[in-house]
Each structure stands twice: as structure tokens, then as C-alpha cells.
DNA sequence: CTAGGGTTAG
């Protein structure tokens, strides 16, 4: 009797002291014990779990089950939100094995945190199947594996188990509405999205903010901005994550430029605001303005996240800094921010776009896991350096390790051959798509292989599988196509191009420059005029080539023939100085690259001023020997500035890398790593 | 427990 009443003692001071989030005292009072039950057992398991020791909490479970006591229902609760919290599929498989061989009695709780565990622990299907087998569930269960649907992104299941719940005469809550208006936000599904608001408004359920929040970004998810809106002047509450949701909408409208303004005027902001401006920023390719959100938030002493992260990464890629990469990845490190799947691909591309391979491929050997979006980021390091041997290798290591090839991949892997000139390796790839992988060609795909055929001097079977294709070639696979008969040199192609492009898409800038630059290198003058003129009466303005080089930090943009810049005299002087000691070395200017109508010593004149040239000529005078000198350019580089590039990194015995719209170029003693395949 | 995240051809 004495002892039944010190084990009672004990037992209540372990679940108090549990509940206290004081688990060591409970310990201290568990170990002193000389008789334990179940109730002990549990109250200290159920302790550790609380405060997020939840790896103690199942061993302790074991070490019970070593001991020969009977768990119970409870304290099968308690070891499976354990392992739920772990994350551990495996551990929770293991306790569900005692479970059922200890023969422990099934209830409803018991049910709810099997489900639960499955789902933390990526197990859709397990989780699934308790579900369907539990024969009396109750609304908790329902709630439980509709929340998790939605956190899966698997909405059309939510709908689902919606329609079971009510057929079942099971009363939808406002946890259940929660996840139904979620769901309805992730399909656009407007219809039972408005239905759910009825039903809300009926049941006086819109009180809970939460409700008023999901049914905004619902309304805002399905493009009616207007009743988003009622909704939000209607509420009294409005929190910081009902002005996010309105912003996160209009963003995603494309109307950052309201976002911006509301973001400005919000009474109370938090992270996720800026995380969302920063995204609209580069949503918007406002580039500089996203980095400048980002300092802006250092300024005001908040902190960035992945999320965060992932945004700059991206904005510093288009930039293709590498000094700012360099600073993004130390950022990253000092502060401890976790690199998951999505960040470690986005700074894999961020330092692939900057033209450091290296540290592109040392962030993807980090990873803890791989999907398809991460190996695709990989290919691409490969390909923007024409790499692809390297390409094909990473494919083949990617199916090794089971990882399913979706569309993009092959997207990496088409450019990556058409870069590095593998024609054959390309069109077996292409080919190989559907038959071996089961991934139908897009247009995308055609565009690749309209591409590679094209650069490698293919141009009539670039033609005839233009015409073979299932869709209509649109104006990017036509201006790849121009860009391979300029490469080629071959006019008569490049006119029956013009003339099906002018019918297609009139307003394309890129496209008629590219016309009227074969007609140019050509020397076809007439054909020029007319492009030119046709372009004057459609209001198209050619997009002035750029580059800019990052001096001390600083970034210098130069254009074509740009005299702007403060450096002006010594930029002109350190160019004249450069195409004397070039003349010397045999070098004559490739002046087909100037599509004007005029004579020859102005077409030099003009083509010494090319926007990469400026920044190559002032990176030579500010920089050190031994200092490589990095320029991005918005256009791609014209042959003759290739040449001038790699004279230059001969004669002045320096490291170049310039960066064009899609690969870069890396000059080492009078040689490209593009072995002048581009 | 509602808001914010990676990648498509030239």
C-alpha cells in the first residue's frame, strides 16, 4: 500500500515536473525510483519529447521495452510524435513494430500520430494507408492528413478526403476550412474556393484571422484581385501575414511596382515581406534592386534566411558578380543559414553564372540531396562552359543514383552539347527523351536542337526538323537558326528566314539586328537598308551592347562607344596602346562584325569601341598583373572581340573571363576554353 | 497554423 502510494507520488511529480519543461528534474526523480510502471515510463518519455529531446525520448522507449513493461496507448502516443519530430521514418517504423508485436490496443490518438508521423516523414503512402484502413476517424484525423496534403503541395487529395468527410456527415471546422481554401489556392480552384468562403461566412468561422488570411491568398491565387481586396478592407485583425499575403499577390499579378508602395506603408513588416520584394525584384529583373533590398534589410540590422538567400543568389547570377557571390556564399556560411535543396541549387547556378565552376561544383558535392533541379544546375556549370564531356558524365551519375530526368535536364544537357560541339552525343540524346525516359520534346527542345545542328554547320537539317516538328517553330528557334547562317555565312538561308520571321513576329528586336548583321557581314547594303528601315517604322530600338567589370568592388558598365565614363582619355589611350602591340602581333580587325554601310577605317573605329573592349581596356589599367580581369556582357560577343581577347590575354599575360547572355569564355595565353567552338 | 524560395533555347 505504502509503495502503490510513493509510486503515485513519484509518478505525478515526473508528469509535473514534464509539464515545467523540467525533464532533468524528472530524471533525478525517475532515477531514485525502486518500483517504476508504465505510468513512469511514459510521464518521463512524454517529458523529453517536450523539450524537442525527442531522440531520448525513444531510446527511453526501447530501454522500457527492454525492461519487459507493457506500453500503452500513451505511450506509443508519446514515442511516435517522438520520431515524428525526429523526422526518422526508419525509428518510426522500428516503434511501430514493437507496437503491434507487443499487440498494444489501437485507438483514435494512437491513429492520429501514426498519421502524423508518416507525413512528417515524407511517407504520403504509409500514411495513406492508415488512414484508409482507421475505421472510425474522427475530425482531428481528417484535419491532421488534409493540413499535410497541403503542405505537400498535393491539393487534389485535400479535395478529396473533403468529399469523404462529408459524406460521412463529418462537419467541416475552420481547421478543415484552413487546408480546403489552401488547396483551393494551390489549384486556382475559384469555384469551391467561393463555396469554402460561404460556408465560412455562414458559420461565422472568418473571425479566426488565419481564415480571412488563406481565403486573400485564395482569392489572390485565382486572379480576383477585386475580391481579395473586399475581403482585406474588411477585416478588423489584419496582421502582418494579411498585408504579406496582399503584397505576395500583387507580385505575383506582376504589379510589384503597388507592392512596393504597400510594402513602404505596411504598419508592421517582418521577414517574409522583404523575402517577397526581394523576389519581385527579380521576378522584374531589377537585379541591383534586389541586392539593394538586401542591404537595405543588413542596415536596419535584420537578417536574411534561405529564403532570402535564395532570391540574392539568383539576382547576383543575372549580375554575375563573382565578388558578390564570393561575399553571398561567406554571408551564408557566418551566419550559420542552412543550405537545402532549393538555396544549394540556387547558389550552384549563382556561381555557375559567374564563371566559377569550381565553387559551382564544390556547393553541388555539399549537398545533402540531389533532386532533378539540382543535378540540372550541375549540367548547366557544364554546359555555360561548353563542357559537355563533363555533361553527359554528370547524366549518366544522375541515373545511377535513381534520380527520375524531368524536362529541364535534358534542356541543361541539349546546350550543353551544343556548346561543346557533341552533335552525334546530342542527337542521340534527343532522340533517346521519350523512347528511354519517357519525357515528351517541348518546344524548348527543339529550340536546343535547331541549335546544335545549326552551330555545327547543319543548317538544312536544322531546317528540315523545323519543319518536322509537332509545333510552330517560334521566334527564338527562328533567331537561333539566323544566328547559326551568320556564324556560317550562308544568305540564302538566312533571307528565307527573314521572311518567315516577318510574318511570325514583327516587334522582335534581337531578331531583325541578327537579320541585319548577316546582311551587313555580307556586305548585302540594300538588304540592310531595308530591315533597318522596317525596323525604324516599327518603333524597334536595338539594345545597345553592355558590359561592365567590377573594379574594388565597384561595378563599371560601359556600351558601345561609351565615352562617358571618368577614365575616358586613359581607356582611349590604353585601347590605342592595345591594338598597336595587337597589329604587331599580326592582328587585323574582323570588321564584318559592324553592320553599317560605311568605310572601312570607321567600321574599325567602331568596332574598337565595342562595350566589352571598353571594360577589358579599363580592367587593364586598374587592376594588377596577375589579376584576372571578369566582364559580363548583355549581348553576345562578336567574333572579333573573341580574337581581340585572346590576344590580349597572351601579350598581357592575363587570366579573362567574360561572361556573355548564355555561356562564358575564359582566355588563357592567346587561348578560349572554347576552343573556338561557340 | 495562414504569407516568402531553385532551373527552360539565343
Redesign the pocket.
Known sequence: MGLDKDLFVANSLIHFYAECSKVDLGRKVFDKMLVRNVVSWTSLINGYSGVDMAKEAVSLFFEMVEAGVQPNPVTMVCAISACAKLRDLELGKKVCAFMNELGVKHNTLMMNALLDMYMKCGDVCAAREIFDECTDKNLVMY?TIM?YY??HGLAGEVLVVLDEMLQKGQRPDK?TM??TI?AC?QLGDLSIGKSSHAYVFRNRLESW??IS??II?MYMKCGKREAACKVFDSMLNK???TW??LI?GLV?DGDVELALKIFGEMPES????W??MI?AM?QESMFEEAIDLFREMQNQGIKG???????IA?ACGYLGSLDLAKWIYTYIEKNDIHI???????LV?MFSRCGDPRNAMHVFGNMEKR????W??AI?VMAVEGNAKGAIELFNEMLKQEVIPD??VF?ALL?AC??GGYVDQGRHLFWSMEKTHGVSP???H???MV?LLGRAGLLEEAIDLMKSMPMEP????W??FL?ACRKHKNVELARYADEKITQLVPE?V??HVLVSNIYASAGKWTDVARVRLEMKEKGVQKVPGSSSIEVHGLIHEFTSGDESHTENTQIGLMLHEIDCRLCQAGYVPDTTNVLLNIDEQEKEYLLSRHSEKLAMAYGLINTSKGIPIRVVKNL?MCSDCHTFAKLVSKLYSREITIRD??RYHFFKEGLCSCRDYW
Open positions: 484535419n493540413s497541403v503542405h481547421v484552413l487546408s489552401a489556392a484571422d488565419n488570411n488563406a491568398d496582421t502582418v501575414v504579406n499575403s505576395a505575383r517582418n521577414l517574409v515581406s523575402n517577397t523576389g527579380v534566411d534561405r529564403v532570402t538567400m535564395v532570391g539568383s537545402d535543396m532549393q538555396l544549394g541549387t540556387s547556378d533532386d532533378a533541379s539540382a540540372t544546375a548547366r524536362d529541364f534542356v546546350t551544343s556548346h517541348q518546344i524548348v527543339y529550340g536546343c541549335d517560334n521566334d527564338v528557334i533567331g537561333s544566328a522582335r534581337g531578331i553576345r547572355n548564355n
